[in-house]
């Protein structure tokens, strides 16, 4: 859910501690570690630990992201079963 600078800051001050700031590559390594191998088959696993500790009373962590993320998102998402089929050297070969 959006909010402001100032709300986010006036919320994180009012219940202080860890803050972990997320960018698009988080979220599209946990959508694609099932077909990738150089992305650990445990993130999906880590990424539910993380937000846990969200949830806790108090709060241990706080994630932060911007909302360039949900731009991101749109723009580079790629189903993963279109992605495992894609050939890696097609982007090579047009260079």
Excluded: H
């Amino acid at each position: 859910m959006p909010i402001s600078y100032a709300d986010a800051c006036t919320t994180i001050l009012g219940d202080p501690s860890a803050m972990l700031y997320l960018d698009t590559c988080v979220f599209l390594d946990i959508v694609r570690s099932p077909i990738r191998e150089s992305i650990d088959s445990n993130s999906a696993r880590f990424a539910q630990t993380l937000i846990g500790k969200t949830k806790l009373s108090p709060r241990t962590l706080w994630l932060v992201t911007s909302a360039t993320v949900e731009t991101e998102w749109a723009e580079m998402v790629i189903p993963p079963a279109i992605e495992k089929n894609k050939d890696p050297n097609a982007a090579l070969a047009s260079d």
